[in-house]
């Protein structure tokens, strides 16, 4: 059953049961008994010898209760069928407003710190009037919330004579008489059962009550909730739980797999956000002048920049830095939270991402305002996949050293024989041609000899330039856009079988800031690697405009890629475009496709743009 928005309604009268009702409290009890207690999960295959043991409690009770006995078997049975929580929550209501003709019937959810309802589920009510009611009970107050802290059986006639009581919120139906029963699992309070305005009343005067037998009937019926709430929990935490190390174990492979350092933190990102159901998920790393910065984003919704630098002063930032996880209930709140960077959301987990005593940087993931908090299990399973993502990063770091070392031997390896072989023998072979040509009479011959000896003693500088850069470290090696963006087509043409060709426009080496030329080689790396793996293009060009104008004005460097192949099928996927968006919007810019440069327009050309 829906929820009603918040915003559009007045406060919470939290005095019915209902979308928005009486909340119950225990003094003044007239319902005869106590509660019955569930003594932990039992089986399906148990559930006839637990409604067994009930119909036997309730004998040598009344005639009129012992013929609803049947009646009980068959709720009992309804209630214990199926696992997911929030369908068995609305078949517990369903089923005990049927059992006792109750007009309406809900379940307050006990909150996990024992303050409030954490959730409501409601039957009785359409769609058009709980959005007029609008908020639910929160169970802080009235009835409802003296029912929480005293959890007994509470009958009344007439809700509204109650002290506790405290009206109802506008557009509310009328409601007069009230029973209310806790619901317990393993023996602790899970929440409570609330049924009113009992039918076959003679006059609106002379309502009808609820009598000592329903009272009888929905403690027994609470019992068999109470077994099937707590195999319903069990349930959903456990596939709670595999779904959290299936996110774990596609992390692990996604960054053992070879990928580079921000390809991997955007892995985490996507995947973090998706396992905790948030708005958002983002990567901060430790930045080199102070605070953090933010280096990858996972949202639906732009909002979260990439660069975004956290200061130092936050106190937040200082315990992430030590390795300490951060909860927030209502970021938008709460005075720890210095930027802007979360005040737009409510719940938010920060997680250091540490191993062996190293944090490597911290998982964001905010939800949005209003929405749930983060429950304590949920917590849990989140601090274990950020320390296993942070081991799987560490992992994948020293992958990554392994492998370069190894490139850097090879180099060295290559180099050597470049200088001690190659070059020597293209040196002995000029002199003999220097020889051969000062023995030679022939003017022809001379100045053919001549010119070869000239081209090998070039081909032996250039040479000497390649073992020179060989031998270079990685921070020594040029690193421009430019030289990038040739070393990605480079790359890019053994699997495609040509090399595309590429032009560049305006100062791309100076002109583009570091993290959007970082972001547009990603991207031109996902659009190559598109071409190749799908577009079979026979041709393919590349273009950086470094003199772009964004739509909205700003001064930008424009990547187009274009190709001849076979475009981009109906209903295919579009996984590599979702990325190329979600980088250009991040940093504020956009990303596009349409036809390519094939005949009629056919093959694909993508176009990335992004501030400078």
Known sequence: MPLPPASAAPPPADDAPGAGGPEAGPRGATGPGGPVEAEGPVPARDQGDVAARAARGLHGLSSGLTARVPQLLEAMRSVGAGLELHTTLDRICETAAHLTDARYAAIGVVAEDGEGLSDFVHHGFDEATAERIGR?????????????HQPETLCLAD????????????????????????????????????????????????????????????????????????NARLYEAAQQRERWIDGSVAVTTALLSGADAEDALGVVAE???????????????????GGMEIVAVSADEPGVALGTIVPPESRIVTDLLDGQAVFLDDAAGDPRVMTDLTRGYGPVMMLPLRSDGRVLGTLVTP????ARPFTGTERTLATQFAAQAALALMMAEAQRDRERLAVYEDRDRIARDLHDLVIQRLFATGMMLEGAQRRSVVPEVVRGVGKAVDELDVTIQEIRTAIFALQQGPAEAPSGLRTRVLREINMAA??????????????????VGELTGKNLVAALREALSNAFRHAGAGRVEVVVDATAVLP?????????????????PEGGRRSGLKNLKRRAEALGGTSGYGPGIGEDGGGTMVVWQAPH
């Open 494 to 511: 053994v699997p495609l079988g040509f090399k595309p060709s590429h032009r560049f426009v305006g100062p791309v080496d100076t002109a």
């Open 271 to 289: 995947h973090a956000r998706r396992l905790a159901d948030s708005a958002a998920g983002i990567v901060l790393r430790p930045h080199e002048e």
């Open 552 to 568: 909205d004005g700003r001064p930008g460097v424009r990547l187009t890629v274009a190709d001849d192949g076979v475009g981009i």
């Open 159 to 230: 809700l509204s004579a109650d002290p506790r009581s405290c009206g109802f919120p506008a557009h509310h139906p009328p409601m007069r008489t009230f029973l209310g029963v806790p619901i317990r699992v393993q023996g602790e309070i899970f929440g409570n059962l609330y049924l009113t305005e009992k039918r076959g009343g003679t006059t609106s005067a002379r309502a009808a009550e609820f009598t000592d037998d329903d009272a009888h009937m929905v403690r027994v019926l609470a019992a068999e909730a109470g077994i099937a709430i707590g």
């Open 367 to 370: 939800r949005a305002r209003g």
């Open 136 to 148: 639910l009970p929160d169970g802080h107050r009235g009835l409802l919330g003296a029912l929480i």
